[in-house]
């Protein structure tokens, strides 16, 4: 499928899907707000976790480091994010102190801890994105615009 034929078959029908696609998001803001303190931190945790290709198991065991390439620093995430690096490493150490943050030699990795404290969040990302999927399969099957094979 294509990106352009999937925003024309939404923007078709966007009195009708819109508000569906907007419910979502905002079911999974809501949930969110359950587990991080605001948008800054979460968007934190998630740059975090897209920079983690493994979790960080074994915290505590220093004798097998992160693969190469896994996790990030603070100056990373302020940059990736778009924030003052003092604000990122503030909210970095209360990612640590609620265990869904590692350091281990000197990068940032998401935890286990973080991955099971973080179940019903995981969960509700993944609803929201089967009903959008769902509603926009029907936008391109009721006609605005077949998909190519």
């Given at each position: ?6 925003v ?13 696609i ?22 934190i ?18 004798s097998?480091?992160?693969?190469p ?12 994010c ?8 503030r ?59």
């Open positions: 499928m294509r990106v352009q034929a999937i024309d078959a939404i923007s078709a029908r966007q009195e009708e899907v819109g508000p569906a907007v419910n979502e998001l905002l079911a999974v803001l809501m949930t969110a707000r359950e587990h991080f303190a605001d948008l800054e931190e979460w968007t945790f998630l740059a975090v976790v897209s920079k983690s290709s493994v979790l960080a198991r074994d915290v505590d065991a220093p097998r480091p992160p693969p390439g896994a996790g990030t620093n603070v100056r990373s995430l302020a940059d990736s778009e924030l003052p690096r003092e604000t990122v490493r909210k970095v150490r209360k990612l640590m102190d609620r265990g869904y943050v590692a350091a281990r030699d000197d990068r940032l990795l998401a935890t286990e801890q973080a991955k099971a404290a973080l179940q019903p969040l995981t969960q509700q990302v993944y609803r929201s994105a089967a009903r959008v999927r769902l509603m926009i399969d029907k936008a391109m099957a009721e006609g605005a615009g077949q998909p190519p094979p």
